[in-house]
């Protein structure tokens, strides 16, 4: 039986990724281990089961805080598996995760989720954008496998780091019939006439949700109706 231990800057039950990654591992027979961690949801207090631990950061102005607790419970944790194959399920926890192989075997499995070099949210972080290029590009090359969402990712890669070692694994949801219908004209008091330009998602910068705002005048008898969590949500619901 293989064991596999999946790192992950956020809670994982939140993640669809996640929850079908670890479910396919165990359906192959594949003894699974989840480090995840939550500073968003209210009243959340640090959670444990056998496979799973999902700690409670607190975020603050001070980010050195933030990430310097990351690390060490993410380390803390690292060090209590011994796995066959780590996935770093983003590039936050990639140094943290190639740092575990060192000490023992273990392949490192990368999800390059986003195009964290070009990230639209941190468009106006120009050092921060900096830093996740420079920790991509140099750790990169030595991680077993690169997953992306699609194969226009994998060539951005291949043409910007030169690497080939990628598989693409697409973020489908499990075909369901749904058990009712949503009208959400109703359920929002929105005229039955009104257009609803909808978002489903997380909401931070870099989505197009500020052009969206900023244009929706020019669409006639039209809503903008979000549905997710973020850092914006506070600044949009305003």
């Known amino acids: 039986m293989k064991k596999i231990c999946i790192s992950f800057l956020g809670n994982?039950?939140?993640?669809?990724?996640?929850?079908?990654?670890?479910?396919?591992?165990?359906?192959?027979?594949?003894?699974?281990?989840?480090?995840?961690?939550?500073?968003?949801?209210?009243?959340?207090?640090?959670y444990r089961d056998d496979d799973t631990v999902v700690y409670k950061l607190r975020k603050t102005k001070f980010s050195l805080w933030f990430y310097g607790t990351f690390k060490l419970l993410l380390l803390f944790e690292l060090f209590k598996v011994r796995a066959d194959i780590y996935f770093a399920e983003e590039i936050y926890s990639l140094p943290y995760v190639k740092f575990r192989t060192f000490f023992g075997r273990g392949k490192v499995y990368y999800n390059s989720r986003e195009l964290y070099a070009f990230l639209g949210g941190l468009r106006n972080r120009?050092?921060?954008?900096?830093?996740?290029?420079?920790?991509?590009?140099?750790?990169?090359?030595?991680?077993?496998?690169?997953l992306t969402t699609g194969e226009m990712d994998s060539d951005f890669l291949f043409n910007f780091y030169g690497i080939k070692n990628t598989l693409v694994?697409?973020?489908?949801?499990?075909?369901?019939?749904?058990?009712?219908?949503?009208?959400?004209?109703?359920?929002?008091?929105?005229?039955p006439g009104t257009k609803i330009l909808l978002y489903q998602g997380?909401?931070?910068?870099?989505?197009?949700?500020?052009?969206?705002?900023?244009?929706?005048?020019?669409?006639?008898?039209?809503?903008?109706?979000?549905?997710?969590?973020?850092?914006?949500?506070?600044k949009w619901q305003k």
Do not use: A, M
């Open 12 to 46: 994982p039950f939140h993640d669809s990724r996640i929850t079908n990654l670890k479910k396919s591992l165990e359906e192959n027979n594949c003894k699974v281990k989840v480090i995840g961690f939550d500073w968003t949801t209210p009243g959340f207090k640090t």
């Open 169 to 191: 694994i697409r973020n489908i949801p499990k075909l369901k019939t749904p058990g009712k219908k949503i009208n959400l004209h109703e359920k929002l008091s929105i005229s």
């Open 126 to 146: 120009k050092f921060i954008q900096k830093i996740f290029t420079f920790i991509e590009k140099r750790l990169i090359h030595y991680v077993d496998l690169v």
């Open 202 to 234: 997380v909401l931070i910068d870099g989505r197009g949700i500020e052009l969206v705002i900023e244009n929706l005048s020019r669409i006639e008898n039209s809503v903008f109706v979000l549905l997710g969590d973020g850092d914006r949500k506070t």
